[in-house]
Nanobody, 123 residues
Framework: QVQLVESGGGLVQAGGSLRLSCAAS????????MGWFRQAPGKEREFVST????????TYADSVKGRFTISRDNAKNTVYLQMNSLKPEDTAVYYC????????????????WGQGTQVTVSS
């Protein structure tokens, strides 16, 4: 069992930055690929970024590539999402996700979800 707790969301002006954190419980954190997904009001949850279980491979949605950076610290059981040059269209609830083994962009492949953290970008 893995429990995920996100933090770092908030209100920011367009062009600003936020860093989301996701603290995971459990002793096998390093065995899980981690990811971030987001869900805007009235829209489906969508993939944002993943990082492999050994931290060497990252993937990004085209909409955030070059602006967001995912990273992980296995010693702290924490994954981060640095978000720069934020846009109003980035407004959403951001969810941390864990998947045993190789990473996946597919929502149905995710093993564990966090409760979500709200990010609001004002124009």
């Amino acid at each position: 069992q893995v429990q995920l707790v996100e933090s770092g969301g908030g209100l920011v002006q367009a062009g600003g930055s936020l860093r989301l954190s996701c603290a995971a419980s459990g002793r096998t954190f390093s065995s899980y690929s981690m990811g971030w997904f987001r869900q805007a009001p009235g829209k489906e949850r969508e993939f944002v970024s993943t990082i492999s279980w050994i931290g060497g491979t990252t993937t990004y949605a085209d909409s955030v590539k070059g602006r967001f950076t995912i990273s992980r610290d296995n010693a702290k059981n924490t994954v981060y999402l640095q978000m720069n040059s934020l846009k109003p269209e980035d407004t959403a609830v951001y969810y941390c996700a864990a998947k045993l083994g190789p990473s996946s962009r597919t929502i149905t492949n995710i093993d564990y979800w966090g409760q979500g953290t709200q990010v609001t970008v004002s124009s």
